[in-house]
């Protein structure tokens, strides 16, 4: 018989049994459920609602069945529903009537939300560290391709030329932006609901604040139906993680098209490629293919929640019992792609020289040309009529600007004078492109400096917090 099964004549049915069991997912927070217990037991101590005993021979009990779960040898029983009852039903079998003592003053509403919290903050912090490295992974490949130049793209057409380096540094923004909303998520978990009891509270003088701490929470939930119906803060993750797979699958896609044959812009390392069972020239981006395939799931994870929490009255109902397994999925999702990410860059050939003929391909310098007139007087907006007849001119001839003889440029203004043809250089064009934010290498050197301040900030906030991470690593 379970452990509430006093007011039940008969055991539930084998089948419904497993099909409400949430122990296959949920015991993998069991560190932060032996976490909670043991927080919970020295506060009871404390408070004088259980004896110093009592409270000793649990948490020193809590400690051999953690160190047991550690080494595989605890076995789990489906009977036991999650790893709540899994635990406190084996510390009853072992040390008896102060086992029972245990759950004084709490409900499993409040231990599996506060479980569920401390694996969130758990999870949102090795997610942090997973960042950083793919973070560290674009700046080192920003560094070793400094000066190469390849096309910035608008529509997937050929638009201006950029420095390799500036265009890497944009997804190291996009994840820089992801840490801080990981950030996010790990303050909106980092809060207790233990001592809300079932839904109202208890009438035990417990000390809520004092568990929390001990947990290493920031601060305590102070309504009690809140406390036990919230997942917000999964939510939070979930839309962190989604955001991140979405930077993580659009660097995917480009490395996915610069490794075809038709752009030829990078050569992935055969680590991180795959070949064909039947055609044996082939190497293929599979594992840049299979992170942006699993965006979709980590997707997925966050729409599931939401439709899970839509229609839920206050406080607990059985339907927040699936708000962990997606959690735990899509940060596994993560971590593994974000390493597998990190791994790619770092150990993938650029191809500068195929980057900088490609630069020779769609009239890169017809902005450029554009405000060469706007400069001497000519308003942008004939400026760039007359270059869009100029571009005419060289899709008739099968020409590049830079190849149109000065007499046919002053023909379309007298305004163009002999320099226009050394203006058209592709390291000029880049050069010229000083403003802050922008291509040029100088503007792209302070923005190296940027990049560098940003990530010493935040690696001394995962220091930081860590400490607030009592488990460790992630569930």
């Not at 408070?47 to 550690?70: F, P």
């Not at 084996?90 to 409900?107: F, P, V």
């Not at 391709?145 to 944009?170: C, D, I, K, R």
């Not at 102070?222 to 993580?248: K, P």
């Amino acid at each position: 018989m379970a452990l509430w099964g006093g007011r039940f004549k008969e055991d539930v049915a084998a089948a419904t049994q497993e099909f409400g069991a949430s122990l296959p997912v949920d015991k993998h927070l069991y560190k932060q459920d032996i976490a909670g217990s043991k927080a919970h037991a020295r506060m009871l101590a404390k408070q004088h609602i259980i004896s110093q005993g009592d409270c000793d021979a649990i948490v020193g009990c809590l400690t051999d069945i953690e160190g047991e779960i550690d080494a595989g040898s605890f076995s789990f029983h489906i009977e036991d529903e999650d790893i709540h009852m899994a635990i406190e039903g084996e510390l009853t079998r072992r040390i008896g009537e102060a086992g029972k003592r245990l759950h004084t003053g709490r409900s499993r509403n409040d231990q599996v939300a506060t479980d569920t919290r401390l694996a969130a903050k758990a999870l949102a912090h090795d997610l942090m560290q997973a960042n950083l490295h793919m973070r560290e992974a674009l700046i080192g490949a920003a560094r070793d391709n400094e000066g190469v130049v390849l096309p910035g793209m608008t529509h997937l057409q050929h638009a201006q030329p950029v420095l390799l380096s500036h265009h890497l540094l944009a997804y190291y923004w996009m994840f820089e932006r992801d840490f801080h909303r990981l950030t996010a998520a790990f303050e909106a978990a980092d809060a207790s609901p233990l001592g809300a009891a079932a839904l109202a509270g208890t009438t035990y003088p417990i000390d809520r604040v004092a568990a929390s701490y001990e947990m290493g929470f920031a601060r305590v939930i102070c309504n009690s139906l809140d406390a036990v119906s919230d997942r917000d803060f999964i939510l939070d993750l979930h839309f962190a993680c989604s955001t991140m797979a979405m930077h993580l699958s659009r660097l995917a896609e480009e490395i996915v098209l610069w490794s075809s044959s038709e752009f030829g812009y990078i050569t992935l390392s055969d680590a991180y490629s795959t070949g064909s069972s039947i055609m044996p020239q082939k190497k293929n981006p599979d594992f840049a293919e299979l992170i942006r395939g699993k965006t979709g799931r980590v997707y997925g994870n966050l729409l599931q929640l939401l439709v899970t929490c839509k229609g839920l009255p206050l406080a607990y109902n059985k339907d927040l019992q699936e708000d962990k397994g997606g959690m735990l999925d899509s940060a596994r999702t993560l971590s593994q792609s974000l390493a597998v990410m990190a791994g790619m860059i770092s150990t993938c050939t650029f191809n500068a020289e195929a980057m900088r003929a490609a630069c020779e391909v769609g009239h890169l310098a017809a902005t450029d040309v554009a405000d060469y007139l706007a400069k001497k007087g000519m308003p942008f907006r004939e400026a760039h009529e007359v270059v869009g007849h100029l571009v005419l001119v060289c899709e008739e001839r099968g020409c590049r600007l830079d190849d149109l003889p000065l007499a046919v440029f002053q023909e379309a203004s007298p305004l163009f004078g002999p320099d226009i043809v050394s203006s058209l250089d592709i390291d000029a064009i880049v050069g010229a492109r000083t403003t802050m934010g922008g291509t040029s290498p100088s503007a792209v050197r302070e923005q190296m400096r940027l990049v560098r301040a940003s990530l010493v900030a935040d690696e001394a906030h995962l220091e930081g917090i860590s400490s607030l991470v009592p488990m460790g690593e992630g569930a």
